[in-house]
């Protein structure tokens, strides 16, 4: 599975982003997807995840209320949409996406479930 991120890029606190994955593969709607992050000199943290057929959603706290994951099986693609941004939300986002295995309500918050990563793209948010 090869996955594009995109819709990343500059914006003022308190505006909005919506950022957009596609998968390469046919079968997407085998995989359990999420959203991770990284700024600079941390480690990359959990955002969101959303499982196999869409049905389930898991948020980090600082993200829940603000973050809505969401998937598009026909289109092989899963969004994040992002409100109320933060200058702490700063950071490269990547879309990640896990094999096959796994409950159909499934979601995982650890990138080590996780087996596909996308190239990451970048959110700015100034204040």
């Known amino acids: 599975v090869q996955l594009q991120a995109s819709g990343g890029g500059l914006v003022q606190a308190g505006g909005s982003l919506r950022l957009s994955c596609a998968a390469s593969q046919r079968t997407f709607v085998s995989n359990a997807m999420g959203w991770f992050r990284q700024a600079p000199g941390r480690e990359r943290e959990f955002v969101a995840a959303?499982?196999?057929?869409?049905?389930?959603?898991y948020y980090a706290d600082s993200v829940k209320g603000r973050f809505t994951i969401s998937r598009d099986n026909a289109k092989n693609t899963v969004y994040l949409q992002m409100n109320s941004l933060k200058p702490e939300d700063t950071a490269v986002y990547y879309c990640?996406?896990?094999?096959?295995?796994?409950?159909?309500?499934?979601?995982?918050?650890?990138?080590?479930?996780?087996?596909?990563w996308g190239q990451g793209t970048q959110v700015t948010v100034s204040s």
């Open positions: 959303i499982s196999r057929g869409g049905e389930s959603t």
């Open positions: 990640a996406a896990r094999g096959g295995s796994g409950g159909y309500y499934s979601t995982y918050a650890s990138h080590l479930e996780y087996d596909y």
